[in-house]
């Protein structure tokens, strides 16, 4: 049993008001739904994923204060689904009392800057990287950075948006005409990694730190297509990857489901970038486990005790992309074992995530018959 909390908990049937109305949005949704929440959405778009599963949705920009103002006055409790929330807005409600997650980790997360500076300075292992802010500062890092190389937008990036990989010193005019474009840079030297892996966890706002299993992903074009779970990664590695993210977890002082994403090589890490909610390697969490990352993100923002976290069995995530919809929609017909999640988006961009689908399996050797058969035996 935990301390009783009950007399600032959040409880069904109070309102929870999300800012963003993607996939993320709507699975935090759902699980709040489960549990008996309303819920009010945030979002430029009508009938966007998340307003298909709310009680009520604000259609105006993020950074609409209005908005903002109308959200909290319906909303026991805020949360988003993304870290690019206007930070004005993010203080406003917190002030209010009703953002647990507070705006600093906003701060740190939307800003490559602010993230690995704080990572460096707290002894966490990150690529070698330099902050320039224009193109003769980004010829000058360049003269000391080992190639290959990448250059990123510190601000708005995703999905690989907003970089650019320098492979050799032939690239350097490359990366001073973007360096050009107005705002601040992170030059980092590019890991040749044996895995990306990532650390999905819940902490309460007391504190208490929930560890999902470790997961491995494989991206393609920069997005992730596919998560493993557990990772197949030695003890150590695991050992320095929960040690690294409780470190972060306490200076940032995250409450709710956040994310962090590293390199493994051999036995050692280098932690890329964190996002501070639910994260798309964390969706095998719902089959998977006992509880899911959306779930135990409503049970923290709400003020109730984090369930003990439990993986069933070992799982693989493949995310269905613009041009794999039509397979997820063969897989629900003619493969049972895939549970197939689709997302509501009207329109199919290639690309563009539309939904995933979860194996679960006693071991690796039938997630990969699973994925085959999802893969090869569906044509
Ligand atoms: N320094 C690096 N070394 C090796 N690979 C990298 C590096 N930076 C980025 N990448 C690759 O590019 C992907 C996307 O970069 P990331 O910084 O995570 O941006 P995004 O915000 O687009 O996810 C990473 O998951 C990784 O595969
Ligand atoms: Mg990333």
């Known amino acids: 049993m935990q301390k009783n909390k009950s007399h600032s908990s959040i409880l069904p049937p109070q309102t929870i008001g999300i800012i963003g109305g993607g996939q993320l949005g709507r699975m935090m949704a759902i699980a709040a739904r489960y549990m008996g929440y309303r819920i009010i959405v945030l979002d430029p778009t009508p009938n966007c994923p998340t307003a298909q599963i709310a009680d009520e949705q604000i259609t105006a920009p993020y950074d609409d204060m209005n908005a903002i103002r109308e959200l909290v006055e319906k909303a026991d409790v805020v949360t988003y689904e993304f870290e690019n929330v206007d930070l004005e807005a993010a203080r406003y409600i917190e002030a209010k009392g009703k953002l647990p997650q507070g705006a600093y980790a906003l701060e740190v997360t939307q800003n490559r800057e602010a993230e690995k500076t704080l990572m460096k300075e707290n002894g966490i292992p990150v690529p070698p990287f330099s902050i320039v802010r224009d193109g003769k500062e980004c010829r000058t890092a360049l003269e000391h950075t080992s190639f290959p190389a990448v250059i990123k937008t510190c601000r708005g990036g995703y999905d690989g948006k907003g970089q650019l990989k320098l492979e050799s010193e032939s690239d350097i005019e490359a990366a001073v005409r973007f360096a050009e474009q107005g705002g601040t840079f992170i030059i980092e030297e590019w890991i040749d990694f044996d895995k ?66 590293m390199f493994v090589k051999g036995d050692d890490i280098y932690i890329n970038e964190m996002a501070p909610r639910p994260h798309n390697s964390g969706h095998y969490t719902i089959e998977s486990c006992n509880v899911s990352q959306f779930e135990q993100h409503i049970r923290a923002i709400c003020l109730l005790p984090l369930k003990k976290i439990e993986q069933h069995k070992p799982a693989l995530m493949i995310n269905v992309l613009g041009e794999d919809v039509g397979r997820a929609q063969k897989a629900l017909q003619r493969l049972p074992e895939a549970s197939v999640h689709l997302y509501g988006k009207v329109e199919a961009k290639p690309k563009r995530k539309m939904g995933h689908i979860t194996f679960i399996a006693d071991n690796f050797e039938e997630l990969a018959a699973l994925k085959k058969a999802y893969e090869e035996d569906l044509d």
């Open 196 to 261: 990306e892996i990532s650390v999905v966890f819940t902490r309460s706002q007391d504190g208490e730190i929930a560890f999902f299993p470790l997961a491995e992903n494989v991206h393609r074009d920069h997005i992730l297509a596919e998560t493993y779970a557990p990772a197949n990664v030695p003890e150590t590695v695991k050992e320095k990857a929960l040690a690294a993210a409780k470190v972060l977890a306490e200076k940032i002082n995250v409450v709710g489901t956040f994310a962090i994403e």
